[in-house]
């Protein structure tokens, strides 16, 4: 990208974003302009940009595993375009000590390898607590993700039933990528099968599910049939993952989807949500964030729902995800949950003038994340029964163990101040 391209956030602070509504005859963001479009045509255009961006993502990815960030050999496998080196505020995400420069024009990527580095925990202190016992991990809108082939390619891999679920031209894409590189196709057992669409794999332990979201909002004009995910085990202790996904959603379907999985787990099912999604969109720096991005075509339609740090966490409560949690944005996961001796690493990789911006950015994006028990089932007798593993109470729930040691979780309910109409936290916020 020509650097005429980039924005200078410092000049442009104060400046008034263009930003107008997007299809359906939607109102922009910070205006109430109409725009008048053809709704299936404004539709069809609005899902391209949306499937677009996750060829962003893996771009960014790759490059932040070419320049060191990450160890990832099989990001390059999905790269649908050339090599191209992403700036320094895009591959690492926080920083210190301020100076000026420019700002990317792709912040909705922004810092690959904090972002990647922090789910990544979420995700393997799950998977690694109570070994014996089996989970179950639904990734939404996985696109080229490539989670799952990194664990699987670990000494001791976990014993996981893997999800992914994404538009039919994403999964197709990947699927395609699978069965023409052995060094993927070998971490899929056997039997493996493809449907004759080319848009759903199913093995074992693997599945891609070709799924329009949307379609799991019973107010949809078409939602799904039962049986569409019938691969999903009610069971197994199970973590949600959203990585800027559902922020593309209008926020009463991205509710639904959640609650749909939700509503598909058994009541004592163990089950989690992680979350990655931008916040503050109403400060100088997030209009003119959120205007970069209008530029593109690109909306995130939760956003003025779900704005801070305490929505976030009050919407996993609303979830069910009730027993502990927390929400932080990138600055503060890069401060507290990346070592020092792996700071000074990732400092020598490239030079970073955009810090102060970076740490800008840093605020606007957050991961949250937020946990159940699951409730014991009970007999004809109300006696308790099918505990995990048969053990008692400390040790069923062990599972969180590992979350619950993560700097910024909280556990108990949050609490709503009635007296001023927000959501002041208590034990959990």
């Known amino acids: 990208m020509a650097a005429a391209h980039i924005p200078n956030l410092l000049t442009s602070r104060n400046a008034r974003p263009l930003v107008r509504g997007r299809g359906r005859g939607d109102r922009g963001l910070f205006n109430n302009e109409e725009v008048e479009e053809d709704p299936e045509a404004a539709k069809g255009r609005n899902d391209k940009i949306v499937q677009g961006t996750d060829n962003d993502a893996n771009v960014s990815r790759v490059s932040a ?15 649908t375009v050339g090599s191209q080196r992403r700036f320094p505020i895009i591959n690492r995400g926080s920083d210190s000590n301020p100076t000026p420069s420019p700002l990317p024009n792709d912040p909705f990527i922004s810092g690959t390898y904090v972002r990647t580095r922090a789910i990544d925990k979420l995700v393997e202190e799950f998977l690694y607590s109570q070994r014996s016992t089996r989970k179950q991990v639904i990734s939404l809108g996985a696109g080229s993700d490539t989670r799952y082939f990194r664990l699987m390619s670990r000494e001791q891999p976990p014993d996981v039933l893997y999800h992914e679920l994404d538009f039919p031209v994403n999964t197709a894409l990947k699927i395609a990528t699978i069965q023409k590189a052995p060094s ?100 100088s720096f997030g209009k003119v964030m959120i205007a970069n991005l209008a530029a593109r075509g690109i909306v995130m339609q939760t956003i003025q729902k779900y704005h801070s740090l305490d929505a976030q966490k009050e919407r996993l409560w609303n979830y ?28 020598r990789l490239e030079m970073l003038d955009e810090v102060e911006e970076l740490n800008l950015l840093a605020k606007h994006y957050c991961v949250a994340w937020g946990f159940r028990k699951g409730k014991p089932a009970q007999d004809a007798e109300g006696k308790v029964e099918g505990k995990l593993e048969g053990k008692g109470e400390d040790e069923e729930t062990s599972i969180w163990d590992r979350w619950r040691a993560l700097p910024g979780t909280i556990e108990a309910p949050p609490v709503r101040d009635e007296s001023q109409s927000s959501f002041t936290g208590g034990n959990w916020g």
């Open 184 to 283: 993927l196709r070998s971490h899929i057992d056997d039997p493996l099968f493809v449907l004759s669409t080319d848009t759903e794999l199913h093995a074992p332990d693997y599945h891609i599910h070709a799924i329009d979201l949307r379609t799991l909002d019973r107010a949809y004009s078409q939602p799904i049939g039962p049986g569409k995910l019938g691969h999903i085990d009610p069971a197994l202790p199970t973590l949600l993952i959203s990585e800027c996904c559902l922020t593309y959603l209008a926020p009463d379907t991205a509710d639904a989807v959640i609650k749909h999985f939700v509503g598909i787990l058994s009541p004592a099912t163990p089950a989690a949500l992680i979350l990655y999604e931008p916040i503050h969109p109403f400060d």
């Open 320 to 347: 069910g995800f009730i027993d502990g949690g927390g929400a932080e944005d990138v600055d503060f996961l890069y401060q507290e949950w990346v070592d020092e001796r792996e700071k000074k690493r990732i400092s």
């Open 65 to 79: 595993v070419e320049v060191g960030y990450l160890h990832d050999p099989y990001a390059r496998l999905f790269a």
